[in-house]
């Protein structure tokens, strides 16, 4: 999830965990820890865009990293706080509980996360996007009242619970919404006649009643998407995969570390001679537009026998766009 919903969450866990001992400051380190496991996106500082893109949501995000540097975390913050009543293994246990949940709250989200590194597998549900405001504000706004009330009321422990209980439906009512979604975009392909290889679903950006599929078939992928609103039948986009432009780069190390993050899930175009990969899981900026824009597209290249991947950074005024389709497309087509 975003920066802010991830400090909201830490800080909300900080107050579960400690508020009643020492007040805001169990929501200030709270806070802090829900940041920590980001940091890992400093890492394309330093590296190439592929070891960047498997860096991060890898082991700080899993398990591991919670275990071992939360009692690291845990004695600073003890230094840092010496008249405090919480002592380090009270400081211990914030961080842990605020370094966890972080993970925890991403595997939800379309990107997933390595949970259990070092085993390489990814836990991603795909059932809320990166920002939805509709996880984000009530959390906040609970998290405020709790901040404003005495260390010691139970107004307080109220609040707090109020966000984290109704956060936590949120995310509960994602999965159900995408398990409803899925049943729809699967009874359109079966009355479309349409086979297909594999079938998944996520939500569109900022919300949970637009969702878009994505479909294999043999030769092309399908991208479709479904408001819960819709009275017309689903839509389905066909793009051509053309693998074979690759030719032998797809036998290259770094070619297949970045086929092997996307599972798969890309297609390949050439323009003025310029090789690119399309990651398929996140979609496109506009379902609607004639020649697609997709969320994140790489492009490969050659140079000096050696093989680059650069990320190709988006237009701002295309963020601004996608807000307005997505505003008269989540109330049905």
Excluded: C
Excluded at 183 to 191: P, S
Excluded at 224 to 241: A, E, H, L, V
Excluded at 282 to 308: M, N, R, S
């Amino acid at each position: 999830m975003d920066s802010l919903t991830q400090i909201v969450l830490g800080a909300a866990i900080g107050e579960a965990v400690l508020g009643k001992k020492v007040g805001n400051k169990a929501i200030l380190y709270g806070a802090i820890a829900g940041t920590i496991p980001d940091l890992d996106t400093f890492a394309s500082a330093f590296t190439d865009t592929v070891t960047a893109i498997e860096i991060h949501r890898g082991f700080s995000h899993s398990i591991v990293f919670s275990i071992l540097f939360a009692p690291i975390f845990g004695w600073i913050i003890s230094k840092i706080e010496k008249r405090s009543l919480a002592d380090w293994k009270d400081w211990s246990w914030l961080m842990f509980w605020g370094l966890f949940t972080h993970p925890i709250l991403d595997s939800f989200t379309t990107w997933g996360t390595q949970l259990f590194w070092p085993l390489n597998v990814r836990l991603e549900f795909k059932s809320v996007f990166v920002i939805d405001p509709l996880y984000t504000l009530p959390f906040l706004i609970f998290l405020i009242l709790a901040m404003r009330s005495k260390r010691d009321s139970k107004k307080r422990r109220k609040w707090n619970k109020l966000g984290l209980i109704i956060s936590s439906a949120y995310l509960l009512l994602g999965l159900g919404l995408k398990g409803l979604s899925y049943i729809q975009f699967k009874l359109a392909l079966e009355e479309q006649n349409i086979s297909y290889r594999q079938l998944e679903t996520k939500p569109s950006p900022f919300n949970t009643i637009l969702w878009t599929a994505n479909v294999e078939t043999e030769d092309a992928f399908l991208i479709g998407d479904y408001s819960f609103f819709d009275t017309q039948p689903i839509r389905f986009n066909s793009y051509p995969k053309n693998h074979d432009l690759l030719g032998d780069l797809a036998s290259e190390e770094k070619i297949k570390r970045l086929i092997a993050i996307n599972n798969g899930w890309y297609i390949i175009s050439k323009e003025n001679e310029k090789l690119f990969l399309h990651d398929l899981r996140f979609g496109v900026l506009d379902p609607t537009a004639t020649k697609p824009t997709f969320v994140f597209t790489y492009q490969i290249i050659q140079e000096d026998g050696e093989i680059f991947v650069r990320k190709v950074e988006r237009n701002p005024e295309e963020a601004k766009k996608l807000l307005f389709v997505l505003g008269e497309r989540i109330f049905g087509n």
